[in-house]
C-alpha cells in the first residue's frame, strides 16, 4: 500500500492561499498549541509547591500532570477529530480553547486534591479539541513534502510553552502562589481563541494534495455516500477501522506510532519530575528553576523540534527512510545525555548539560505527525491525528508522570530505609519488594519530615526524595533508547509504504 498523498503529480490549480497567509494561520495554530502547553505543562513548575501545600505523594502528583488530563483527553479526542473531519476545525479550536482556558482558571480555585484532579480532567476535555482539526488544517494549507516541516513549526508550540509556563509558572508561584500562576496563565487563552476565529479560514478539504485539489470549501462533502449507504455508526467503525490499519497495519508505520509513543513516555515522565528534582536537589526557588527550564525548552527542544522536521523532509527526497532515521538518530544520542544530567553535582553543570538532550530527543515530533498525515486522504487526517493521540497520550501523558512519581515514591522508602542506594540497585530492591519498609508518605508527608521531628529526620526525609527523585527520572529516561530501536526498525521499508525514493536523486 502506498500513501494516497504520494500518488500523482502536483495539481495545476493555482492555490487559494499565498504563503504569507499560510504563514499566518499557522502561527496562529501554533498559539494555539503554546497555549495547550502552558496549560497542560505548568504542572511540573509549580508541582513542588502544590505537593507541599496539599501534602500529596509523587504518585498523585504524576496524577495530576498526566492520568487526569489523559483520561478524557484522549477518549474524547476521536469523536471530535470526527466532528472536524464534517465541520468547521476552526470552530472546533477556537471553542475548545476557551473551555480548556477556564478550567485552568479553576484549577487556581481547588480547595484540595480532589477538586484540583477534577479540574485537570476538564483541562483535558478542552484540549483533546486542538491537535486533531489543527494537523488537518495544517496538511490542507500544505503539500506532502512540506507537511513535517509545517508540522514540526505547528509542534514547536510544544517547547514554547513549556518555555512560557515554565518562567511564568514560577515567577508567579514564588511571588503569589501556585493558584494565582493557574488563573493568570489560563486566562488570555479567551483572547487567542477569538483572534483565531477571526483570521483563519477554513480551506477546502484537500487543497494542497497532489491528486485532489478543489477550489472552494463547499467542493468536498466527505462522506456522505457512505452515509447514505450504511448506518452512521457502522460508517464511524468502518473510517476507524480504516485509519487504524493504515497507521498501525503496517511494519514501518507502527513502529514510528510505537516510537513516538514511548519517547512521549520519556518525556512527559521525566519532564515531570525535572523542575521539581532542581528544587529538591539544590535548593532553587521556584522562579529560577521556571527560568533554568524556560530557557531549555525554548532553546533545546524548540531546536530540536523544527530540525528535525526540516531535515527529515529534505534528507527523504534522497532517501524516504530518513522520516524514522532522523528520530531513530536523535533519541539514541539524546538517552545518556538525558541522564547525566541529573548525575550532576551542581545546578549550573546540570542546567547545562540539560541544554544538550532536547536538540537530539525532539527530532521525532515534526516526521512522525508528517508520516502519519501523509498515509491517509484528507477527509481522514484529523481522525488520524485522533488514533495516534489516543494511543500516544493514553499510554504516554496518562502513564509516564504516574509511573515516574510510583516509582519515585517506592524508592524514597527504600532510600529512606537504606541511604545510598544506586540507581540499578534501588531498582533491584524495588522489584524484590519492601513491605516492612514504613510508608514514605507518613514518614515525610509532602516530602518534608513532621514538625518537630529534629535535624536527623529532615536530613533523612530530604536525602531519600533527592535519591529517588534522581533515580526515578534515570529510569524513565531509559524509555528513549527504547524509542529508537523502533524508529530503527520503521525505517526499514518505509519509503515503499510512502512512495519515497530508497535512494539516489529526489523526484522533482
Known amino acids: 500500500m502506498t500513501s494516497v498523498a504520494a500518488k500523482g503529480a502536483y495539481a495545476a490549480a493555482p492555490p487559494l492561499y499565498s504563503e504569507a497567509y499560510k504563514g499566518v494561520v499557522l502561527a496562529m495554530l501554533v498559539g494555539a498549541y503554546t497555549f495547550n502547553f502552558i496549560d497542560r505543562t505548568i504542572v511540573a513548575v509549580i508541582g513542588q509547591a502544590i505537593k507541599v501545600d496539599l501534602k500529596i505523594t509523587d504518585t498523585q502528583l504524576g496524577l495530576l500532570g498526566g492520568f487526569s488530563f489523559a483520561v478524557l483527553y484522549t477518549v474524547l479526542g476521536i469523536p471530535i477529530a470526527r466532528a472536524a473531519e464534517r465541520f468547521s476545525r476552526v470552530n472546533i479550536i477556537a471553542v475548545s480553547m476557551v473551555l480548556w482556558s477556564g478550567f485552568t482558571v479553576a484549577c487556581g480555585l481547588a480547595p484540595a486534591f480532589g477538586p484540583l484532579l477534577a479540574t485537570r480532567v476538564g483541562v483535558g476535555v478542552g484540549e483533546a479539541g486542538c491537535s486533531p482539526p489543527a494537523h488537518s488544517l495544517i496538511s490542507d494549507y500544505y503539500a506532502p513534502r512540506r507537511r513535517a516541516s509545517a508540522l514540526a513549526v505547528y509542534s514547536f508550540g510544544i517547547p514554547l510553552g513549556a518555555m512560557i509556563g515554565a518562567v511564568a509558572g514560577g515567577v508567579l508561584a514564588t511571588l503569589y502562589g501556585w ?129 528535525g522536521g526540516f531535515f527529515a523532509d ?55 505527525f508528517g508520516v502519519a498525515q501523509n498515509m491517509v486522504e484528507p477527509r481522514r487526517r484529523a481522525t488520524a491525528t485522533a488514533l495516534m493521540f489516543f494511543v500516544l497520550n493514553f499510554i504516554a501523558l496518562g502513564g509516564g508522570p504516574v509511573f515516574t512519581g510510583w516509582i519515585i515514591d517506592a524508592l524514597a522508602r527504600i532510600d529512606l530505609a537504606s541511604p545510598g542506594h544506586a540507581a540499578p540497585a534501588a531498582l533491584a530492591a524495588l522489584i524484590a519488594g519492601h513491605g516492612a519498609v514504613p510508608s514514605f508518605a507518613l514518614s515525610c508527608p509532602g516530602g518534608l519530615a513532621p514538625a518537630g521531628a529534629g535535624a536527623t529526620a529532615e536530613t533523612a526525609c530530604h536525602g531519600a526524595l533527592v535519591a529517588a527523585t534522581r533515580q526515578g527520572i534515570e529510569i524513565t529516561l531509559l524509555f528513549y533508547a527504547w524509542a529508537a530501536m523502533h524508529y530503527l526498525l520503521g525505517s526499514i521499508g518505509l519509503a515503499r509504504r510512502l512512495a519515497l525514493p530508497e535512494r539516489g536523486k529526489a523526484r522533482s
Open 179 to 307: 493558584r494565582v500562576a493557574f488563573m493568570v496563565v489560563g486566562a488570555p487563552g479567551v483572547i487567542m481563541a477569538l483572534i483565531i476565529k477571526l483570521v483563519v479560514r477554513e480551506p477546502p478539504r484537500g487543497h494542497s494534495e497532489l491528486v485532489e485539489h478543489p477550489r472552494l470549501a463547499a467542493d468536498l462533502s466527505p462522506q456522505a455516500a457512505e452515509a447514505g449507504a450504511r448506518g452512521w455508526l457502522e460508517s464511524e467503525l468502518a473510517e476507524l477501522g480504516v485509519v487504524a490499519r493504515r497507521l498501525f497495519g503496517n511494519w514501518p508505520v507502527a513502529n514510528m506510532m510505537i516510537g513516538v509513543t514511548l519517547a512521549s513516555f520519556a518525556g512527559y515522565g521525566a519532564g515531570a519530575f525535572g523542575a521539581p528534582y532542581f528544587n529538591r536537589a539544590f535548593g532553587l526557588s521556584y522562579a529560577a528553576v521556571g527560568l533554568i527550564f524556560g530557557v531549555i525548552g525554548g532553546l533545546s527542544t524548540g531546536a530540536g523540534t523544527l530540525a
Open 314 to 368: 529534505r534528507a527523504a527526497r534522497r532517501a524516504g527512510r530518513w522520516y524514522a532515521l532522523t528520530p531513530a538518530v536523535g533519541l539514541a544520542i539524546a538517552t545518556p545525555i538525558a541522564i547525566s544530567v541529573y548525575e550532576a553535582s551542581t545546578w549550573q553543570a546540570a542546567a547545562l548539560i540539560a541544554l544538550l538532550p532536547g536538540i537530539f530527543s525532539y527530532t521525532y515530533l515534526g516526521p512522525t
